[in-house]
């Protein structure tokens, strides 16, 4: 962990219940600027739960949220954004009759003082980079399901976020696009900006992340390097289903 570095989001005692069902119970989990997190876990440990917790998606029961070491309980997804949260969903949340290029406008022209002029060079760039710059005209319907992934990542850098949270990037892609997907965020990640990755293709996580914290049954079972996960017990009887 980057401990000198300054603290981006930190979770608190963070829990949340679904009726008799608890997703979350009692997780302290830090992000720090500069790191590339792997969030893991068996199907049903919590993982998504956090991330709607942490990026405002989500009210917790109990517990605490900070931003920049700033109170953020309560707030709401935009709230989070503007505080440079961002987040992509396992899910993706496109505009699917509205054109790529229109799909990356939406968040672009929600910043606060932003332009078309503006909004459109921006996502020209982004678009550049991703390699979705012949597809722009396109419905975002009729985009591959890798495709999809990254225009939502798109859509996520469009409001500049410092910390990203990625939720199953790889969920559904070709392992040629996967590869592509990996270098994407390492390039994003060298420039500085701060992830936190959820998925289950423990390969790819492994390739990419530099600290992988792990849950199961809605609580942080292991938080650390790749190798000192891989040798901890708790963990491998978590994936046995012990």
């Keep these: 962990m980057l401990t000198e570095a300054p603290m ?8 949340k219940n679904f009726g008799g069902i608890i997703a979350v119970n ?6 720090r600027q500069g790191e590339l997190v792997g969030l893991i876990g068996p199907n049903g440990s919590g993982k998504t739960t956090t991330i709607n917790l942490l990026t405002g998606h989500l009210a917790p029961a109990s517990g605490h949220i900070l931003v920049h070491d700033a109170p953020a309980d309560g707030l709401s997804a935009s709230a989070f954004a503007a505080r440079k949260v961002g ?23 929600a910043r606060a003082h932003s332009t078309w002029t503006q909004a459109r060079r921006t996502a020209r760039r982004h678009l550049e980079f ?3 710059s012949h597809l722009e005209t396109l419905q975002a319907k009729n985009l591959s399901g890798g495709q999809q992934k990254l225009l939502e990542l798109g859509r996520a850098l469009m409001l500049d976020p410092e910390v990203l949270f990625l939720d199953e ?10 590869d592509e997907i990996i270098v994407l965020i390492q390039t994003l990640h060298a420039e500085g900006r ?29 938080d650390g390097t790749v190798d000192e996960v891989r040798a901890n017990q708790e963990v491998l009887r978590a994936y046995a289903g012990v």
Excluded: Y
């Design 194 to 222: 701060s992830f936190v990755v959820v998925d289950h293709d423990i390969e790819a996580i492994q390739r990419l992340v530099q600290r992988l914290v792990v849950m199961a049954r809605g609580q942080k079972i292991a």
């Design 26 to 31: 009692g997780l302290d989990l830090a992000v």
């Design 8 to 15: 981006l989001i930190e979770a608190r005692g963070l829990s």
């Design 87 to 109: 987040r992509t969903f396992q899910i993706t949340q496109l505009f699917s009759r509205m054109s790529v290029l229109e799909n990356m406008l939406v968040p672009g022209l």
């Design 130 to 132: 991703l390699g979705l």
């Design 169 to 178: 990037p790889f969920a559904g892609v070709n392992p040629f696009l996967r």
